[in-house]
């Protein structure tokens, strides 16, 4: 019993320090742009049909939110999110969503809170994050 107690403490001892580490990583005190908001938009037409390859499962995408702790910074439904700094997801476009996602999994977008995300993002398939991206897209904005 007393193990699963220090179990606990442990995960989200762990969770915390790498929240903290990514939180530090991303901070910069730039505003974002509006340049900022559209330059990572995806231009590549085979990056996004590999997409299409997925069969997409809501649901899974729905429990990915909670477990990945995406609902910590932007919001139970993906539209509240706790800092102004952050965006509202809710709504977004799935395709959007799903290669900023990659991108910043991929270390290849480092501009502005990519540093704190990035924890969360890795481990993740890209099946997840088609499952992930198409739960968002779906919430009304």
Request: some cysteine; glycine content about 6%.
């Amino acid at each position: 019993m007393t193990m699963n107690i220090i179990k606990k403490q442990a995960y989200f001892y762990g969770f915390g320090v790498i929240f903290i580490i990514g939180f530090l990583l991303g901070c910069d005190n730039e505003p974002i742009t509006d340049l900022q908001k559209t330059e990572n938009k995806v231009t590549n037409e085979t990056e996004v049909q590999s997409i299409k390859r997925f069969e997409i499962d809501i649901k899974k995408g729905a429990e990915l939110f909670k477990a990945k702790a995406c609902n910590t910074c932007h919001g139970n439904d993906a539209k509240q999110p706790i800092a102004p700094r952050y965006p509202k997801l809710a709504g977004q476009d799935e395709t959007y969503l799903v290669n900023q996602m990659m991108a910043i999994r991929d270390k290849k977008r480092m501009n502005n809170l990519s540093g704190t995300m990035r924890p969360f993002t890795m481990g993740l398939t890209d099946k997840n994050l088609a499952d992930l991206a198409a739960w968002i897209s779906s919430q009304p904005e």
